[in-house]
C-alpha cells in the first residue's frame, strides 16, 4: 500500500489550501483514511479522520475550519483548510488504517504546509 499526499505550500494568515491523498494498492474497502500534522518540535497530532461510510471526526483545533472528504471509488482523502493560522504551519500526513483480523496501518510520506505572512 502506498500513500501520495500533496497539495502543501506555503499560505497566508486567513488563507486557505486543500491537501489530498491517494492511496494504491491492496487497500480494504472498510477502512478509515485519517490526517495527522506535526509541527516543529512538537509530537504528531490527530487532525481529521473518516470512515468509509462517510463518519468524520475532527481534533477541536481544527473544527469548522477545516473539512476531510474521500472518494471511495478511487481511494482518495481530501482536507480543505480554511482560516488558516500560523499555529497550522507543520508536515501534515496522510493514514490509512483497517481491521482485518489485525491492524493494518499505512502512512504518507508527508506535505509542508507554511502560514506565514
Known amino acids: 500500500v502506498q500513500l501520495q499526499a500533496s497539495g502543501g505550500g506555503l499560505v497566508q494568515p486567513g488563507g486557505s489550501l486543500r491537501l489530498s491523498c491517494a492511496a494504491s494498492g491492496s487497500i480494504f474497502s472498510l477502512n478509515r483514511m485519517d490526517w495527522y500534522r506535526q509541527a516543529p518540535g512538537k509530537q504528531r497530532e490527530f487532525v481529521a479522520s473518516i470512515t468509509s461510510d462517510l463518519t468524520t471526526n475532527y481534533a477541536d483545533s481544527v473544527k469548522g475550519r477545516f473539512s476531510i472528504s474521500r472518494d471511495n471509488a478511487k481511494n482518495t482523502v481530501s482536507l480543505q483548510m480554511n482560516s488558516l493560522n500560523v499555529e497550522d504551519t507543520a508536515v501534515y500526513y496522510c493514514?490509512?488504517?483497517?481491521?482485518?483480523?489485525?491492524?493494518?496501518?499505512?502512512w504518507g510520506q508527508g506535505t509542508l504546509v507554511t502560514v506565514s505572512s
Open positions: 493514514n490509512v488504517q483497517w481491521w482485518r483480523g489485525r491492524l493494518y496501518e499505512y
